[in-house]
């Protein structure tokens, strides 16, 4: 069974940054769209970024937009996630995941819509 492997997570200081890296555990994987999401104790899993690999389309969450940034590598058949400018609500744990069929634009932020999912990296930011 594939599962995204994610990394990069950490203690940090307000207004610092984070890059959160994820890739699949099996190398020949291959996905159409991979995202992030990130949940917070008591509250729902909630969309943070995502990118399509088909066309390189990016989405952000309304909670990160201006501040993230997602990006991919070909090669590695990775993403990472930069947010800059961290707040304590930003604390929470960063899930990666990936959806193998073909992605709708209106389905990118929903979490029923990922088939595999990694086991989280935890992020904390202190204030």
């Known amino acids: 069974q594939v599962q995204m492997v994610e990394s990069g997570g950490g203690l940090v200081q307000t207004g610092g940054s984070l890059r959160l890296s994820c890739a699949a555990s099996?190398?020949?994987?291959?996905?159409?769209?991979m995202g992030w999401f990130r949940q917070a104790p008591g509250k729902e899993r909630e969309f943070v970024a995502a990118i399509r690999w088909s066309d390189g389309n990016t989405y952000y969450g309304d909670s990160v937009k201006g501040r993230s940034a997602i990006s991919r590598d070909n090669a590695q058949n990775s993403i990472y996630l930069q947010i800059y400018s961290l707040k304590p609500e930003d604390t929470a744990v960063y899930y990666c995941?990936?959806?193998?069929?073909?992605?709708?634009?209106?389905?990118?932020?929903?979490?029923?819509?990922?088939?595999?999912w990694g086991q989280g990296t935890q992020v904390t930011v202190s204030s």
């Open positions: 099996e190398r020949t994987f291959s996905s159409n769209c």
């Open positions: 995941a990936a959806r193998v069929r073909n992605t709708p634009a209106a389905a990118v932020t929903n979490t029923r819509a990922y088939e595999y």
